[in-house]
């Protein structure tokens, strides 16, 4: 059975010639269904550069890209988009809601584009929104909810139909430390239930959460750690 995620000899090279930035210099990885992993690394690291990778948001200039045994590595823009929309949820630091929508409304909006009918929309909403502790917050605004509250909803939306992967972007950045410690409590428990998660982050603290720890350096992977003190 192939790795969920298989990346070979990655480079993504920008200004090609004399100025050329690798942001991704040859890099190598795999992420087996069920893991938890954290990618760590300061500004200008390539972490970002890597999540673009993994998350279809952008193509490699050389190497291969392997997702669930499909070669993603040069798919087109539409095809990239189906992959992420059947693959992947995403929770970016900035929350990115629509502050004239509801919580429940938020988390309905990708399922409307994907064609889910109104009623099963409803339903996977509800039940996302539940499960982050939301039940009683559906139809409030971003603006009537704590930034914690908003990520929470911003979960919501990205488990609402059950991807196999969570794609988190520094999903703390904007939060205070309890927020913070509530967001991954969240994030852990959706990997104690089967989820995928890869984690993006420049905190050593957070990324001491996750069960696997890669640190990015320079465009490179620098070390790739089992955790001995991750706690289940």
């Given amino acids: 059975m192939p ?21 991704l210099d040859h890099v190598s990885l795999t992420i087996d269904e069920g893991e938890f992993v954290a990618i760590i690394g300061q500004s200008g690291s390539g972490k970002s550069t890597l999540m673009n990778m993994l998350g279809c948001l ?4 050389s190497g291969k890209y392997m997702l669930h045994g499909t070669d993603v590595s040069h798919m087109t823009d539409d095809e990239q988009s189906d992959v992420r929309n059947r693959e992947i949820g995403f929770i970016f630091q900035g929350f990115n809601l629509i502050p004239s929508l509801t919580a429940i409304e938020n988390v309905e909006l990708p399922l409307m584009y994907r064609g889910v009918s109104k009623k099963t929309r409803m339903e996977l909403s509800k039940t996302a929104l539940e499960r982050v502790g939301l039940a009683n917050r559906m139809t409030h605004k971003p603006s009537e909810l704590s930034g914690g509250q908003q990520q929470r909803v911003a979960i919501a ?7 196999p992967i969570l794609l988190a972007d520094e999903p703390t950045g904007n939060l205070d430390s309890g927020s913070s410690r509530e967001i991954i409590d969240i994030i852990k428990k959706l990997h104690g239930e089967g989820r995928t998660v890869i984690l993006i982050t ?18 490179k992977i620098l070390s790739d750690v089992i955790n001995d003190k991750y706690e289940e």
């Fill in 3 to 23: 790795a969920l995620v298989e990346v070979q000899d990655v480079c993504k090279i920008y200004d090609p010639g004399e100025n050329e930035v690798r942001a």
């Fill in 58 to 61: 952008d193509t490699p200039t």
């Fill in 157 to 163: 939306r990205a488990i609402a139909q059950a991807p």
């Fill in 202 to 219: 420049h905190d050593p603290g957070i990324a001491s959460r996750a069960k696997r720890i890669i640190t990015i350096g320079d465009g």
